[in-house]
């Protein structure tokens, strides 16, 4: 029994970090198929030129590999024109044998046309931006949590017993109290109580 194919053109790309490969795969009313493959720079031009190259060639439906970071800037590229299906590089892994990037290429059309490849979740651009901050005010967070923790322990370990006078250690009374200290870090003869009264 042969394989229904749900779509008529597609392209699978094979990417990496400096290129990728384009195959593009069209089947006429026969169920003949012919390939076309071409490769592109992942430079911002490059995958301009590749989104011209499928449009030219009424190619809308692509599926990718998620290889690392790479699929970023080309998915960010196609999505507004194509329909794109990314998929796990293991899902999609060309059978043994003499592999080369246009076969990889017509390997993930293939699967492709066929509707054979599971697709990876992929929320709107907004979606993935806000994520992205999150992440990286989650990030900034926590390397602030860190370095609160860290100058605990520096005053903890010079006997600065700055938590014992003041509520907030990071509060503009122990920042005046840290301020003063800092003016002649070298006189270990300072005591905290007249520091704390003149704040």
């Not at 994520?131 to 900034?140: E, I, N, T």
């Amino acid at each position: 029994m042969a394989l229904k194919i749900v779509y008529k053109i597609c392209c699978g790309i094979d990417v990496h970090k400096t290129f990728v490969v384009a195959c593009i795969a069209s089947t006429n009313s026969k169920g003949v198929t012919t390939y076309e493959s071409h490769r592109f720079s992942t430079y911002t031009k490059g995958l301009r030129d590749l989104l011209q190259w499928l449009l030219a060639r009424n190619c809308k439906d692509v599926c990718m590999e998620s290889t690392g970071k790479y699929w970023i800037p080309i998915y960010n590229i196609l999505e507004n024109d194509c329909t794109i299906v990314l998929a796990h590089p293991k899902y999609v892994k060309a059978i043994r044998g003499k592999k080369t990037d246009k076969k990889d290429a017509k390997w993930i059309a293939d699967l492709f046309k066929h509707d054979l490849v599971a697709g990876s979740f992929m929320p709107p651009a907004d979606i993935r931006q806000l994520r992205d901050l999150m992440r990286y005010r989650f990030k900034l967070t926590c390397f602030r949590s860190s370095e609160k923790n860290r100058l605990q322990n520096c005053l903890t370990v010079s006997n600065i017993q700055l938590g014992n006078v003041v509520s907030d250690t990071f509060g503009k009374s122990a920042q005046a109290i840290l301020d003063k200290l800092l003016e002649n870090p070298a006189d270990t003869s300072f005591d905290l109580e007249p520091l704390v009264s003149k704040v």
